[in-house]
């Protein structure tokens, strides 16, 4: 009996052996919030590509809005980027184009610029924008150029098989949602839906993967998403957001970056 006594005791310390050492290997929250972050928005030097947005109004009624995207880091990953788009449909905004050189101090604000061409103006756009509707969709100024993980703060509120479902609270005012909550998923990195609450709970708009691709670059093999909806659940509408023809590491020039492009974008972001 006391063998088998000591059996048992062996065995149960070697279960919470091994159950410590997984626990162990999870990563801490702020680690799954920096890969989720550089998996979204840092994946490789560059890369360029062409977004469709399908905009449906609360009434069905739908439109488009096409256009080509360039990103370019320029400091190490998680740092500075920068961002140039040229609308290419429909008429009545082609040739728009918007450029974000944007910041990873959160003390130094993003600088944005939009060319209006109908105007010939080009618009510097203020910081408190960027939570604003992104050409008319339900997609917002930051949730293209990304929010940078210093603004808030981050809780792991559940873990399940597939995901890290992640609170983040805003450290500052100045944002219209109390917190969101982001589901990771635990192999990809990749922030599978998005889902913003008011207060008192109240879930007023979400951004929902449907479509993930593995996109070859090299030797690397970058996840990426080519399709997303975001709803505004107060306004009744819904965009989806489709990713195609995405290419990494393209040696795009620093120079592509700047004013002078605004008004007369390089080859680089027309084709």
Not at 1 to 27: C, S, W, Y
Not at 114 to 136: C, E, H, N, Q, W
Not at 157 to 177: H, L, M
Request: glycine share 8%.
């Amino acid at each position: 009996m006391k063998r088998i006594a000591k059996m048992v005791v062996m065995v149960a310390a070697l279960l919470f052996a091994g159950l410590a050492i997984a626990k162990a290997e999870e990563p801490g929250v702020r680690e799954i919030v920096d890969h989720s972050n550089y998996v979204s928005l840092y994946q490789g030097d560059d890369s360029k590509g062409k977004l469709q947005f399908i905009i449906t109004d609360k009434q069905g009624r739908t439109r488009k809005r096409v256009l080509n995207i360039l990103r370019k880091d320029t400091g190490a990953d998680g740092g500075d980027q920068k961002y140039f788009t040229c609308f290419i449909a429909p008429s009545d905004v082609r040739n728009m184009t918007f450029m974000v050189h944007k910041h990873a101090d959160i003390g130094h604000d993003d600088d944005r610029w939009l060319y209006m061409p109908g105007l010939d103006l080009v618009k510097r756009i203020a910081a408190s924008d960027k939570r604003t509707s992104f050409v008319g969709s339900d997609f917002l100024y930051e949730d293209i150029s990304g929010r940078s993980p210093e603004e808030d703060d981050h809780e792991l509120v559940e873990t399940t098989d597939r995901f890290y479902v992640i609170k983040n609270t805003p450290k500052k005012g100045g944002v219209e949602f109390d917190y969101y909550l982001a589901s990771i998923d635990k192999k990809t990195g990749i922030a599978m839906k998005l889902e913003y609450y008011k207060k008192n709970d109240v879930l007023y708009r979400d951004i929902v993967v449907k479509e993930v691709q593995n996109v070859p670059a090299g030797d690397n093999m970058y996840p990426t998403v080519t399709r997303s909806v975001a709803r505004d659940y107060e306004k009744g509408s819904s965009t989806e957001m489709i990713f195609s023809g995405i290419v990494y590491d393209t040696g795009i020039r620093d120079n592509v970056f700047t004013e002078r492009y605004l008004r007369k974008p390089s080859r680089d972001v027309l084709r």
